[in-house]
């Protein structure tokens, strides 16, 4: 059964569009160079974590707003188009909702090779799938072959707060070891959801098409307004 507000489920690779040919295992500089204002860039985010944590609840609120849905439909694997303005650059997003995982399942390597971000979930109401992001993460930088990824982590479904087995301090202590933004969100409650996103943009401008850097000016050239 598929989920009736998710834009293109597709089974494993079928249909998975191609990801950008990269020239090492990790995506360093696809899609641009520094300062590009005015032009469209390429940004491919996966979405990791156990299952049911709310992950594509989290990716349907972002794509539909008010497409919450009480029912459970587990995701084999679903992608959604966004176009995103950041910062004045407008990104064309291929947001990818992976299957749940579990610290058995097979790490496909098609998470690791032309990903720009990840959005590593797990739910506050669940110590296991908290667990799960640091293997999850660990994964991710083995398959990469790097030492850190743009990464943000989130603990969903933050109205259980009755039911909380995650601190808030707890989620933002492993982000921080990950190097990672860390946020709380609820998909139900319509909750920071864009924030996860303007997070990883942030997380991936500083990565793959940083600002240029303004030049160092003289006393002579500030004064004088010159370049
Ligand atoms: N209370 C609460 N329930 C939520 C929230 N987000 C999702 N759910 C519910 O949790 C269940 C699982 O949600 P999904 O979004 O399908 O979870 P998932 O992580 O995509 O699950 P898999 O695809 O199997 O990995 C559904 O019944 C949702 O309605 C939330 O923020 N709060
Ligand atoms: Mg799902």
Same mark, same amino acid.
């Given at each position: 059964m598929s989920r009736p507000n998710q834009s293109r489920n597709t089974a494993g690779a079928q249909q998975q569009q191609q990801a950008p040919k990269p020239t090492s295992n990790t995506p360093?500089?696809?899609?641009?160079? +520094?300062?590009n204002s005015g032009t469209t /860039?390429?940004?491919?985010?996966?979405? /990791?974590?156990?299952?049911?944590?709310?992950?594509?609840?989290?990716? +349907?609120?972002?794509?539909?707003?008010? +497409?919450?849905?009480?029912?459970?439909?587990? *995701?084999?694997?679903? *992608?959604? *188009?966004? *176009?995103?303005?950041?910062?004045?650059i407008t990104y064309d997003c291929e947001i990818i909702d992976t299957a749940g995982q579990d610290e058995y399942s097979l790490f496909n390597h098609k998470y690791a090779v032309g990903i720009h971000g990840y959005i590593l979930v797990y739910s506050i109401a669940s110590r296991q799938s908290f667990e799960m992001i640091q293997t999850l993460h660990d994964k991710i930088l083995d398959f990469q072959g790097v030492d850190k990824v743009c990464c943000v982590v989130v603990g969903q479904k933050c109205d259980l707060n009755g039911v909380r087995q995650v601190k808030f301090e707890e989620g933002q202590a492993l982000a921080k070891k990950l190097h990672a933004n860390f946020i709380e969100t609820s998909a139900k409650d319509n909750k920071n959801i864009t924030d996860v996103f303007d997070l990883l943009m942030v997380e991936m401008r500083k990565?793959?098409?940083?600002?240029?850097?303004k030049k160092k000016q003289g006393w002579f050239a500030s004064w004088f307004g010159g370049a």
């Open positions: 360093a500089q696809q899609g641009g160079s +520094s300062g /860039m390429k940004r491919k985010v996966l979405i /990791m974590g156990s299952r049911s944590v709310g992950k594509s609840s989290l990716a +349907s609120q972002f794509v539909e707003p008010n +497409s919450f849905n009480e029912s459970y439909y587990p *995701t084999i694997e679903s *992608t959604h *188009t966004k *176009t995103i303005k950041h910062e004045g990565s793959f098409n940083p600002p240029p850097e």
